[in-house]
């Protein structure tokens, strides 16, 4: 059964961390470009990070570049989402996805996969 499983997330104060993860099973992460998004009430899911399958290029959300970091462990079949300085505008629930494309898309209908989502709420 393919299948993709989120971890991390939390309630953290503003300006603290969290470390998302997102692990495979069925299938090779490093196949795949692999995307975060995130989606709050009423709102569209929208794209926050992504690396590539290819060369590992990275793309980030200018709203999040800077205090997000994007990496995979090949090894363990995992990527992370490494969030800092995290704000209240950052709560929302996060979804890793995997598409097949080599590059980074950020693009909802490209990725075949998706995770069911973790919950991120930032606040004081």
């Known amino acids: 059964q393919l299948q993709l499983v989120e971890s991390g997330g939390g309630l953290v104060q503003p300006g603290g961390s969290l470390r998302l993860s997102c692990a495979a099973s069925?299938?090779?992460?490093?196949?795949?470009?692999i995307g975060w998004f995130r989606q709050t009430p009423g709102k569209e899911r929208e794209p926050v990070s992504c690396?590539?399958?290819?060369?590992?290029?990275?793309f980030y959300a200018d709203s999040v570049s800077g205090r997000f970091t994007i990496d995979r462990d090949n090894a363990k079949n995992t990527v992370y989402l490494q969030m800092n300085s995290l704000k209240p505008e950052d709560t929302a629930v996060y979804y890793c996805?995997?598409?097949?494309?080599?590059?980074?898309?950020?693009?909802?209908?490209?990725?075949?996969?998706w995770g069911q989502g973790t919950q991120v709420t930032v606040s004081s």
């Open positions: 996805a995997a598409s097949p494309t080599a590059m980074c898309v950020m693009l909802l209908y490209e990725y075949d996969y």
């Open positions: 069925g299938f090779t992460l490093a196949d795949y470009a």
């Open positions: 690396i590539s399958r290819s060369d590992g290029s990275r």
